[in-house]
């Protein structure tokens, strides 16, 4: 019997897609028809894990090839050492020059066994020995190519290390400092050992001495595989020695490593390859451009003589440190980073690694700037690598931690990449790959280690990796890059930006803070400690400082943001939102130097703060979602307790967020009035329900229905920020109960709902007024609904009448209401209107209203509610119309003053000029009394009429920091007095 050949093995499984790859693994001794040979399995896994399995696998046998007497040992380490297997494959499947490297030089795989890896702090004396033959040290051609052998194998290794886990993962990856370090490093030994290979061509050359300064990216100790490496030459003595000195090591390295570029010199190209210390001082001191500052941030001695590096780099500090303070600084870094964007090629924007959007010059941009800026007066974030000054900049609060830490990892995320790619061809490219380029972006994603998701190609998910980090990076750039925090502590003189010097007193003084003592007071405590608190203000301040200098009241707003900030210290989010959002801090300035309201209720309200970046978001909700949404909140509650403290929570956000919008000029009247009445009617219905909820309870039944009807500005929907909430309490018998049991029941709850809103609160107070009930404080609080009718029928008096005119049905049982309101309609729109003796009788009353109400002192002229031509004179006018004639001119009967004034005039009862005129001074007074409430924080109807006082209520109106405020009290009055003669002629003598 003849036994059949098992099928040939398929390669394939192992990722080769080159159809030769069972052939070539035959011809290694790793494969026969069955498939690996026993004790390869593992050489044949690392291969699939190979970023690139074909390269690793045409590598080695090209170096089997090269070297045919030293491939069994190479062959038997494969098999024994598992670092040399991934660190070997890891390297031949991602860098086709590398591979070229082994391949001419193949003892160098030695270099990858286990334990075998050279310290880092080793690397210049291994080069200066590589250098050294029989004694002497080599010079010319065979010092380049011994220094390049020497560095590539430097090269391998950290290569190696740093790629090694893409093929095991159980070795351990190094970290991005790590890998960056060590290519420093080597850069710097290379440096040190062309310019002693320079010494040694120039024949030890005297007279002369040189110190090399790192810039860049090889300063900051984060370079690249592939990068130029800029420097600057300082030399001593004999400087036409010193710059052949430099010229020759500039030589001898760019040939055998790397180009040394020393355009960020000064002059650049044009200007000396090496000067004095003192050409260097004179040059920045007088012709030195922002950029040039921004390089010098990243200067370090790497080589040459240590004093004389030492002195430059402590030459240059101070001038670094002190660049922000240049006239229009932060805007020339800004400006610099649009040119290079705007000289990326449009066709390839999307894909550059370094510097297109997004890429890696957003990051360093960002972080620089901060630096410049922040940097004068801390010394903790002046690294000059971009990842420690990123790390330092968010434990000093300068960037927010997360955004620190997400502006890492994706800043590492692009530099492996770009480290990938120049690996390939040790070639200096920041191009990521073609979207639709799978065998790239396949290779790409596997050198990275960037795995694919379940239902996803590694292709696919690299690309979209890719661009979230992009993305992100962009998204934070902009954020931290463009703040105009940055521009406002660069205009203050650094002297100032320590906050206790008699410099910031004096700066104070010339704002125009009346007592710089006092805020210098505020400013200490804000800022006094170490915290991340106290960092964050201090970065804050110098902005605010100049924003709430523009305000009617900067003491007052300073005193207010520290009571603020204070009241808020453990509140996460507040310093963040304040430092990330430039809107935030401008429109907070503004309110705080202008209100005493704002502050008080920002203390318990400060998620409003979110709001101020974007108007819309203070005017997108309606007052019938609010309300909504404040019913819905107290009704959750399980108590009558918990249900009001849940509604005056929500009325205090509601009021904070109408009185921000108010003083921002995003609400006209009506819509303020009408979003304080819808609130303060939510919070009535929700009260009365969790209470009628309560008393139900207690007596195990409900015997009386309630409804709650608005009277007065509340049942006008014209309710101001002080305004007190005038109502009627009805009830209705219900569930078999007698009119008693009724009355007693409704009664409870409406002493309960008066009791429980009017308790006292840091809140604006929730009275509950219930005088304009029958008989006023000496009738019952509540009656029943054939009672007021009965009563309205045979007592009423014609001021009764008149309050009836603005009632409406606000909480409560819905149909009662209903009814309330249709059965009063008859009182208050009289069948005929009024008879003379009753329109005398309005006449007389206001008379009265007029000499006994007016606080004694006040100016008539200007006293919001009772002054001449103020809301007063305008409602009585506008009501005295409505007694005579709503019974025949329908649009009359509303409890609206505006609209009953449209009404007026399209009924053509007065003249359409003369309603313009009451139109006009009724919006006037009353906006002006809600203004007076939220410059002094307290319910006021006299205006008013100096002071700081005056100039915020001018400023809130419109008026700006250069007029007059007195000229707003004239346009008030001028409004007001026309709008009292047409309540003369009107009123008085229609």
Same mark, same amino acid.
């Given at each position: 019997m003849v036994e059949r050949a098992r099928p040939t093995a398929s390669a394939a499984r192992f990722g080769f897609t080159d159809e030769r790859a069972a052939a070539d693994l035959r011809m290694l001794g790793f494969w026969d028809e069955a498939g690996p040979v026993p004790g390869c399995e593992q050489i044949l896994t690392a291969f699939s894990r190979a970023p690139d399995p074909d390269l690793a696998l045409r590598a080695i046998d090209r170096i089997k090839t090269a070297d045919e007497t030293g491939w069994p040992e190479l062959s038997r380490a494969l098999r024994a050492d598992p670092v040399l297997r991934a660190q070997l494959f890891a390297v031949l499947g991602t860098s086709g020059a590398l591979a070229d490297f082994l391949v001419n030089t193949p003892e160098e795989w030695r270099r990858l066994t286990a334990g075998s890896g050279t310290p880092s702090d080793e690397y210049t004396a291994e080069l200066t020995q590589a250098m050294a033959h029989d004694g002497a040290s080599l010079t010319g051609a065979a010092a380049e190519q011994a220094l390049r052998k020497a560095y590539r194998g430097l090269l391998l290794e950290i290569a190696a290390d740093d790629l090694a886990h893409t093929v095991d993962p159980a070795l351990d990856q190094p970290?991005?400092?790590?890998?960056?370090?060590?290519?420093?490093?080597?850069?710097?030994?290379?440096?040190?050992?062309?310019?002693?290979? +320079?010494?040694?061509?120039?024949? /030890?050359?005297?007279?002369?001495?040189? +110190?090399?300064?790192?810039?860049?990216?090889? /300063?900051?100790?984060?370079?690249?595989?592939?990068?130029?490496?800029?420097?600057?030459?300082?030399?001593? /003595?004999?400087?036409?020695?010193?710059?052949?000195?430099?010229?020759?090591?500039?030589?001898?390295?760019?040939?055998?490593?790397?180009?040394?570029?020393?355009?960020?010199?000064?002059? /650049?190209?044009?200007?000396?390859?090496?000067?004095?210390?003192e050409g260097h001082e004179a040059y920045y001191q007088k012709w030195a451009r922002t950029w040039e500052f921004q390089a010098l941030l990243k200067a370090r001695p790497v080589a040459g003589d240590v004093e004389l590096g030492n002195r430059y780099t402590e030459l240059v500090a101070p001038m670094v440190w002190s660049a922000s303070a240049r006239e229009n600084f932060v805007t020339d870094v800004q400006q610099m980073r649009r040119r290079v964007e705007r000289h990326v090629p449009a066709d390839i924007a999307d894909r550059e690694l370094k510097l297109g959007r997004g890429g890696l010059r957003d990051v360093e941009f960002a972080v620089q700037l901060l630096q410049l800026v922040h940097g004068r007066v801390d010394t903790a974030i002046r690294s000059a690598s971009t990842i420690e000054a990123l790390e330092e900049l968010g434990a000093g609060g300068y960037v927010g931690r997360a955004d620190a830490v997400e502006l890492r990892v994706s800043y590492e995320f692009l530099r492996t990449l770009e480290h990938r790619l120049q690996l390939r061809g040790l070639l200096r490219t920041h191009l990521f790959p073609e979207f639709d380029d799978s065998a790239q972006l396949r290779w790409l994603a596997r050198a990275s280690g960037v795995r694919p998701l379940r239902g996803k190609s590694e292709a696919a998910h690299l690309v979209a990796e890719y661009r979230r980090h992009v993305q992100r990076v962009r998204r934070l750039h902009e954020k931290l890059f463009y703040r105009p925090l940055l521009e406002a502590v660069a205009r203050v003189p650094t002297a100032v930006l320590r906050l206790t010097t008699d410099q910031a007193k004096s700066r104070l003084h010339a704002l125009g803070y009346a007592a710089p003592d006092g805020a210098l007071q505020h400013i200490r405590s804000l800022t006094s400690g170490v915290s991340r608190r106290a960092a964050i203000q201090q970065a804050l301040l110098p902005m605010l400082l100049d924003l709430l200098a523009d305000t009617p009241d900067p003491d007052g707003g300073l005193l207010a943001y520290r009571r603020v900030s204070e009241a808020l210290a453990d509140t996460p989010w507040y310093l963040r939102v304040l430092r990330d959002e430039a809107a935030v801090v401008e429109q907070l300035a503004m309110l705080l130097g202008t209100s005493k309201l704002v502050p008080d209720l920002l203390v318990r309200a400060p998620e409003v703060l979110h709001m101020l970046g974007e108007s819309e978001r203070l005017t997108a909700r309606t007052p019938e979602e609010v309300a909504t949404s404040l019913r819905a909140a107290a009704r959750r509650q399980p108590g009558l307790k918990a249900a009001v403290t849940a509604a005056r929570s929500l009325r205090r956000h509601e009021l904070l967020r109408v009185a921000c919008a108010d003083l921002l000029g995003l609400l006209d009247v009506p819509a303020v009035c009408g979003a304080l009445s819808s609130v303060w009617a939510a919070v009535l219905q929700s009260a009365l329900a969790a209470s009628i909820r309560q008393k139900s309870a207690d007596i195990g039944s409900e015997p009386a229905r309630i409804a709650v009807i608005g009277m007065g500005r509340l049942g006008g929907a014209e309710l101001g920020y002080g305004s007190d909430a005038d109502v009627l309490f009805v009830c209705e018998r219900a569930n078999g109960a007698s009119d008693s049991e009724a009355l007693k029941f409704a009664t409870s709850v409406a002493e309960t709902v008066r009791q429980v809103l009017g308790a006292p609160s840091q809140d604006p107070a929730l009275e509950v007024d219930a005088n304009l009930r029958p008989e006023g404080r000496s009738g019952p609080l509540v009656r029943t609904f054939d009672s007021y009718l009965a009563y309205y029928s045979r007592w009423g008096e014609v001021w009764e009448a008149q309050a009836l005119l603005r009632a409406r049905f606000v909480a409560g049982d819905d149909d009662l209401g209903a009814r309330f309101i249709a059965a009063i309609g008859r009182f208050r729109y009289p069948e005929g209107g009024l008879d003379p003796s009753r329109i005398r009788e309005v006449r007389r009353i206001k008379a009265r209203v007029e000499t006994e109400r007016l606080p004694r002192g006040a100016d008539p002229t200007t006293h919001a509610k009772l002054g001449r031509g103020g809301l007063a004179d305008v409602e009585w006018t506008v009501q005295l119309m409505q007694l005579r004639h709503a019974h025949e001119v329908p649009g009359l009967r509303t409890p609206s003053t505006l609209a009953a004034l449209r009404a007026t005039a399209e009924a053509r009862l007065a003249d359409e000029a003369e309603i313009n005129s009451l139109t006009e001074a009724w919006l006037l007074a009353t906006r002006a009394r809600n203004v007076a409430m939220l410059v002094r924080g307290k319910p006021v109807d006299q205006l008013p009429t100096s002071g700081r006082e005056l100039a915020a209520a001018a400023r809130i109106f419109g008026y700006s920091a250069d007029d007059d405020p007195g000229e707003f009290l004239d346009s008030y009055r001028r409004t007001t007095r026309r709008a009292h003669a047409v309540v003369e002629r009107l009123f008085y003598e229609s």
């Amino acid at each position: 019997m003849v036994e059949r050949a098992r099928p040939t093995a398929s390669a394939a499984r192992f990722g080769f897609t080159d159809e030769r790859a069972a052939a070539d693994l035959r011809m290694l001794g790793f494969w026969d028809e069955a498939g690996p040979v026993p004790g390869c399995e593992q050489i044949l896994t690392a291969f699939s894990r190979a970023p690139d399995p074909d390269l690793a696998l045409r590598a080695i046998d090209r170096i089997k090839t090269a070297d045919e007497t030293g491939w069994p040992e190479l062959s038997r380490a494969l098999r024994a050492d598992p670092v040399l297997r991934a660190q070997l494959f890891a390297v031949l499947g991602t860098s086709g020059a590398l591979a070229d490297f082994l391949v001419n030089t193949p003892e160098e795989w030695r270099r990858l066994t286990a334990g075998s890896g050279t310290p880092s702090d080793e690397y210049t004396a291994e080069l200066t020995q590589a250098m050294a033959h029989d004694g002497a040290s080599l010079t010319g051609a065979a010092a380049e190519q011994a220094l390049r052998k020497a560095y590539r194998g430097l090269l391998l290794e950290i290569a190696a290390d740093d790629l090694a886990h893409t093929v095991d993962p159980a070795l351990d990856q190094p970290s991005y400092a790590q890998t960056t370090g060590a290519l420093t490093q080597l850069a710097d030994a290379a440096l040190r050992a062309g310019l002693g290979v +320079a010494e040694q061509e120039l024949r /030890g050359p005297t007279g002369a001495t040189l +110190a090399v300064i790192a810039m860049g990216k090889c /300063g900051g100790r984060e370079l690249n595989y592939v990068s130029d490496v800029d420097v600057v030459f300082v030399g001593e /003595g004999d400087l036409q020695i010193a710059t052949r000195l430099a010229a020759a090591m500039m030589r001898i390295v760019g040939r055998a490593c790397f180009e040394v570029d020393a355009a960020l010199r000064p002059e /650049g190209k044009a200007g000396a390859l090496v000067r004095t210390l003192e050409g260097h001082e004179a040059y920045y001191q007088k012709w030195a451009r922002t950029w040039e500052f921004q390089a010098l941030l990243k200067a370090r001695p790497v080589a040459g003589d240590v004093e004389l590096g030492n002195r430059y780099t402590e030459l240059v500090a101070p001038m670094v440190w002190s660049a922000s303070a240049r006239e229009n600084f932060v805007t020339d870094v800004q400006q610099m980073r649009r040119r290079v964007e705007r000289h990326v090629p449009a066709d390839i924007a999307d894909r550059e690694l370094k510097l297109g959007r997004g890429g890696l010059r957003d990051v360093e941009f960002a972080v620089q700037l901060l630096q410049l800026v922040h940097g004068r007066v801390d010394t903790a974030i002046r690294s000059a690598s971009t990842i420690e000054a990123l790390e330092e900049l968010g434990a000093g609060g300068y960037v927010g931690r997360a955004d620190a830490v997400e502006l890492r990892v994706s800043y590492e995320f692009l530099r492996t990449l770009e480290h990938r790619l120049q690996l390939r061809g040790l070639l200096r490219t920041h191009l990521f790959p073609e979207f639709d380029d799978s065998a790239q972006l396949r290779w790409l994603a596997r050198a990275s280690g960037v795995r694919p998701l379940r239902g996803k190609s590694e292709a696919a998910h690299l690309v979209a990796e890719y661009r979230r980090h992009v993305q992100r990076v962009r998204r934070l750039h902009e954020k931290l890059f463009y703040r105009p925090l940055l521009e406002a502590v660069a205009r203050v003189p650094t002297a100032v930006l320590r906050l206790t010097t008699d410099q910031a007193k004096s700066r104070l003084h010339a704002l125009g803070y009346a007592a710089p003592d006092g805020a210098l007071q505020h400013i200490r405590s804000l800022t006094s400690g170490v915290s991340r608190r106290a960092a964050i203000q201090q970065a804050l301040l110098p902005m605010l400082l100049d924003l709430l200098a523009d305000t009617p009241d900067p003491d007052g707003g300073l005193l207010a943001y520290r009571r603020v900030s204070e009241a808020l210290a453990d509140t996460p989010w507040y310093l963040r939102v304040l430092r990330d959002e430039a809107a935030v801090v401008e429109q907070l300035a503004m309110l705080l130097g202008t209100s005493k309201l704002v502050p008080d209720l920002l203390v318990r309200a400060p998620e409003v703060l979110h709001m101020l970046g974007e108007s819309e978001r203070l005017t997108a909700r309606t007052p019938e979602e609010v309300a909504t949404s404040l019913r819905a909140a107290a009704r959750r509650q399980p108590g009558l307790k918990a249900a009001v403290t849940a509604a005056r929570s929500l009325r205090r956000h509601e009021l904070l967020r109408v009185a921000c919008a108010d003083l921002l000029g995003l609400l006209d009247v009506p819509a303020v009035c009408g979003a304080l009445s819808s609130v303060w009617a939510a919070v009535l219905q929700s009260a009365l329900a969790a209470s009628i909820r309560q008393k139900s309870a207690d007596i195990g039944s409900e015997p009386a229905r309630i409804a709650v009807i608005g009277m007065g500005r509340l049942g006008g929907a014209e309710l101001g920020y002080g305004s007190d909430a005038d109502v009627l309490f009805v009830c209705e018998r219900a569930n078999g109960a007698s009119d008693s049991e009724a009355l007693k029941f409704a009664t409870s709850v409406a002493e309960t709902v008066r009791q429980v809103l009017g308790a006292p609160s840091q809140d604006p107070a929730l009275e509950v007024d219930a005088n304009l009930r029958p008989e006023g404080r000496s009738g019952p609080l509540v009656r029943t609904f054939d009672s007021y009718l009965a009563y309205y029928s045979r007592w009423g008096e014609v001021w009764e009448a008149q309050a009836l005119l603005r009632a409406r049905f606000v909480a409560g049982d819905d149909d009662l209401g209903a009814r309330f309101i249709a059965a009063i309609g008859r009182f208050r729109y009289p069948e005929g209107g009024l008879d003379p003796s009753r329109i005398r009788e309005v006449r007389r009353i206001k008379a009265r209203v007029e000499t006994e109400r007016l606080p004694r002192g006040a100016d008539p002229t200007t006293h919001a509610k009772l002054g001449r031509g103020g809301l007063a004179d305008v409602e009585w006018t506008v009501q005295l119309m409505q007694l005579r004639h709503a019974h025949e001119v329908p649009g009359l009967r509303t409890p609206s003053t505006l609209a009953a004034l449209r009404a007026t005039a399209e009924a053509r009862l007065a003249d359409e000029a003369e309603i313009n005129s009451l139109t006009e001074a009724w919006l006037l007074a009353t906006r002006a009394r809600n203004v007076a409430m939220l410059v002094r924080g307290k319910p006021v109807d006299q205006l008013p009429t100096s002071g700081r006082e005056l100039a915020a209520a001018a400023r809130i109106f419109g008026y700006s920091a250069d007029d007059d405020p007195g000229e707003f009290l004239d346009s008030y009055r001028r409004t007001t007095r026309r709008a009292h003669a047409v309540v003369e002629r009107l009123f008085y003598e229609s």
